[in-house]
């Protein structure tokens, strides 16, 4: 990416969507794509174990001939107990110098868990116990995915169903902690967010007041949808007003902020009305482009 006045604004990348972004007048600065999606991990005792099928590459290869593309994780699972996976952090490094990512994002979270029988991917990004062990264990993994990155790395703040009294700091104050300690950046998620107070676990408000804003280069947003009393983060949907209202809100306040992008998985596109993406991307490029928002350099 090179110099913009204002943060670009992008979406993540689903196959459905590509006819959209090889569109010449796509508003989409770039895509952010997960790569735990479009690999087929065939386990750690495999070789080789992460395999992408030719055409699905190729589509990739002509997606960055026309868009910078950013890379967002969901299975680095950073706060397992048992270890951090080798070979899939070499994995993800290889892919971010292969498209050239500006940086690597993440969830503070883990999935997989050590069991006498092996791995066990819960399929989701379960929330990290909040103490002093914790932040010693991620914080030297941080370092660890830094060293051998050479770009930022951001993590995101995570989805909360449930609160998590015995904990010993706030989402927030961990997460500064692993930024000013250990060199990590942030993702922020609105909808994560939105999330969290709809379901009455915390104050947006409160969570945005202790965040270090500084450390934001990026901002999520999304729409979700109720599911047995829990409003969940389903990507299903555009973001919802008060998500609008929360980037409205904290745009100003993010001095390092270089992009927003909006998540939408691919099976929910014809939720939306015709030209509903434009719509969503046009209304980001508004919020972000007005006067307040600061100049920033993008990696």
């Not at 993800?92 to 500006?102: A, G, K, R």
């Not at 050479?150 to 009294?165: A, D, H, I, M």
């Amino acid at each position: 990416m090179t110099e913009h006045s204002t943060p670009v604004v992008g979406l993540l990348y689903q196959p459905v969507f590509e006819d959209f972004l090889v569109q010449p007048d796509c508003p989409a600065d770039y895509v952010e794509i997960i790569p735990d999606t479009i690999w087929h991990d065939r386990g750690a005792d495999v070789t080789p174990r992460f395999v992408v099928d030719h055409d699905q590459r190729a589509s990739l290869d002509r997606l960055r001939s026309r868009l910078p593309v950013m890379l967002h994780g969901i299975g680095l699972s950073i706060g397992s107990a048992a270890r951090l996976d080798e070979q899939y952090v070499a994995q993800l490094l290889e892919w971010v110098d292969w498209l050239d990512s500006p940086w690597l994002s993440e969830h503070l979270a883990f999935s997989v868990v050590e069991l006498d029988e092996g791995a066990v991917n819960a399929g989701l990004t379960l929330p990290v116990p909040l103490d002093d062990e914790s932040l010693t264990m991620i914080g030297a993994r941080v370092e660890q995915v830094l060293g051998g990155l050479g770009r930022p790395f951001l993590l995101e703040n995570n989805v909360y169903y449930f609160g998590t009294p015995h904990d010993s700091y706030g989402e927030a104050a961990f997460l500064n902690r692993l930024c000013h300690d250990h060199g990590a950046d942030l993702l922020l998620d609105l909808h994560n967010l939105h999330c969290n107070a709809v379901n009455g676990v915390m104050s947006p408000e409160s969570y945005l007041a202790e965040l270090d804003l500084g450390r934001v280069r990026e901002i999520h947003i999304a729409g979700g949808m109720e599911v047995d009393g829990f409003y969940v983060d389903g990507h299903c949907a555009a973001p919802p007003e008060p998500v609008w209202a929360l980037l409205e809100q904290v745009v100003p306040l993010c001095p390092n902020l270089a992009a927003v992008t909006f998540e939408m998985l691919g099976s929910w596109a014809g939720s939306l009305p015709p030209g509903g993406l434009t719509e969503v991307l046009e209304r980001m490029r508004a919020v972000t482009s007005r006067p307040h928002c600061s100049a920033v350099t993008s990696p």
